[in-house]
């Protein structure tokens, strides 16, 4: 679990504001600790001032008026706040008529008179213990009380990288929902891939790197949820420059999660990718072993792990291994094998296929937004620490099958289109067959857009022109992480990241 020093705690604590929606669980349980044995001191006070005369003296309460404090400094030492916040209630109650027992002693020890002192036990052990069986009783089918409330919080969706091939549609998809989306990026692509929404009002961009603290803290603020999609796409752009590779996909990852946790951000949505289970000969689920075949795979456990891990009562974490992505998007990628081979076809009229015996699973970039959104939406306690594939089982299919599937449809636009399938890469090795159940089951998840239609829907944007050169540099990963690691190496600029800013 992260530590978080107690100097960055009250910044934060500070920035989040006075209102009770703006209580963690963790503050909750320790305002109404504080509030129940205050409340009992001054019940306990006014019963022995009414029905026990003399017993009220100013100088034999005195040891009765610490009790309060006395019963939070017992709780911090049991871990009542921090080890034992995601006990089972029956452990923290009993634990609880140990902090009370222990408080009465140490009253008792330090002259408080004993009626006062098991009045004030009896009547805050009550409380204290209902209500923590109280909010773990099963509140709607989905989960406790606790969970309910944080899951229904509002606030802006934060989008990381969400000026992205992904991003776009998931704005998109946010937007027609409803919420409020801030986007983080940034902006290797570019403003343009974005530029239709400047204006909508409940649209917020926020340009800068994950890695940027003060711009990372502005963007979770007041947040209801984060949506991990920022970071180095793809083994080549990944092999660039293993550092930076590191510092853009796990450092910044470990960052967004502290950062969310900090402000009270209570879901996480992390984009990986079905790559983590490399090569296989039989067909992978979620709980199946992972076998990363390059760095951006490594990368991408990482960032699972290092989230898999901080998942606390208030910090619910869903991770999502897309399988390959295609499709149209405003910020389009050609580097995908389906849209390379969509983009190859209409320009030359000829698919270059490459290991055509290799699986791979396949879904429409608007699927993928739809699956993010339908975490978002799920209940907080079903999707907890959930590893979902997001795919379809309709759509897993073997490159060869690809070549001539794409071949088929781009006819349609123009012939003759010719299908070459070449020696495998001896840099390609993924090769898996990929199992959908679980999201179709726990979250009701299909994929709405077939290979043919999402290829179709290119073909038709190529054809007017919407794309310019497939190969042009504005759409190479490769070409804009070598930029963006000059950056990266450039003394000024990590001064201009890192440097304490005056403010003001
Ligand atoms: N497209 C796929 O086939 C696919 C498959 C599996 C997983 N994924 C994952 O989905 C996520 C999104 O992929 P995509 O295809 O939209 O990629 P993309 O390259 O189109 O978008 C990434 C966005 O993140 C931004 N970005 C990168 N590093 C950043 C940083 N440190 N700070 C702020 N912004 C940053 C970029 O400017 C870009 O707008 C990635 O994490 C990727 O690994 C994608």
């Known amino acids: 679990m992260a530590v978080v020093t107690p100097t960055a705690w009250i910044r934060a604590r500070l920035s ?37 005369p003399d017993s009220t003296s100013l100088r ?16 911090v030492l049991a871990g009542l706040y921090t080890r034992l916040r995601i006990a ?19 009253c008792l020890l330090l002259g408080a008179p004993v009626s ?26 989905h989960g406790s009380l ?36 801030r986007v983080l990026d940034r902006l290797m692509y570019g403003r343009e891939p974005i530029a239709e929404f400047m204006r909508h009002p409940r649209f917020e961009l926020i340009e800068g790197d994950v890695t940027e603290i003060t711009k990372l803290t502005s963007a979770a603020r007041n947040a209801s ?52 289970y490399g090569v296989s000969d039989v067909e992978v689920d979620e709980l199946s072993a992972l076998n990363p075949m390059s760095l951006y ?29 295609f499709g149209h998007s405003r910020r389009p990628r050609f580097d995908l094998v389906a849209n390379l081979f969509t983009a190859q076809a209409m320009t030359e009229g000829c698919i270059n296929v490459n290991g055509a015996q290799q699986w791979r699973p396949f879904v429409h970039v608007r699927d993928v937004a739809r699956a993010i959104v339908h975490v978002i939406e799920a209940p907080a306690a079903v999707v907890q620490s959930q590893v979902y594939n997001v795919g379809d089982r309709r759509m897993n299919m073997t490159i060869g099958q690809l070549g001539e599937l794409v071949a088929s449809v781009v006819r349609e636009f123009r012939d ?74 450039d003394p000024l600029e990590s001064q201009r990241l890192y440097a304490p800013r005056r403010v003001g």
């Open 16 to 52: 989040r504001g006075w209102s009770l929606s703006s209580l963690g669980p963790n503050e909750a349980r320790l305002l109404f600790d504080a509030g129940a044995s205050a409340a009992g001191l001054v019940a306990a006070l006014l019963f022995l001032e009414l029905f026990v």
């Open 297 to 325: 795979a490594q990368t991408k456990i990482d960032g699972e792990r290092e989230l898999l891990h901080a998942v606390r009562d208030d910090f619910f974490v869903t991770v999502l291994r897309f399988a390959t992505v």
């Open 60 to 75: 034999r309460s005195l040891p009765l008026l610490g009790a309060p404090i006395v019963f939070i400094a017992w709780n």
């Open 416 to 489: 003759p289109v010719t299908v070459t399938v070449r020696d495998q890469a001896a840099d390609e090795r993924r090769n898996y067959l990929v199992c959908f159940e679980k999201i179709r089951r726990q979250l009701g998840f299909e994929a709405e857009t077939g290979l043919a239609d999402g290829i179709r829907e290119m073909a038709r944007r190529f054809a007017d022109g919407s794309y310019q050169h497939y190969r042009d540099e504005v759409y190479s990963n490769v070409a804009t992480t070598v930029r963006a690691v000059e950056h990266f190496h």
């Open 225 to 276: 949820a984060v949506i991990h999609l920022a970071g180095l796409v793809g083994d080549p752009a990944c092999a660039v420059d293993p550092d930076f590779t590191r510092h853009t996909n796990i450092v910044a990852t470990r960052m967004a999660k502290e950062v969310a946790q900090s402000l009270g951000v209570y879901r996480f949505v992390f984009a990986s990718s079905c790559s983590v």
């Open 88 to 106: 089972a209630w029956q452990r923290k109650a009993a634990v609880l008529l140990g902090t009370v027992a222990a408080t009465s002693l140490t």
């Open 146 to 181: 606790v969970t309910t409330l944080v899951a229904h919080r509002h606030g802006p969706v934060v989008v990381l990288g969400g000026a992205g091939y992904i991003g776009w549609h998931t704005i998109d998809l946010l937007l027609q929902h409803g919420y409020d989306v």
């Open 116 to 141: 006062g002192v098991v009045l004030w036990g009896l009547i805050v052990a009550a409380p204290v213990v209902l209500a923590r069986a109280f909010v773990a009783l099963p509140f709607t089918r």
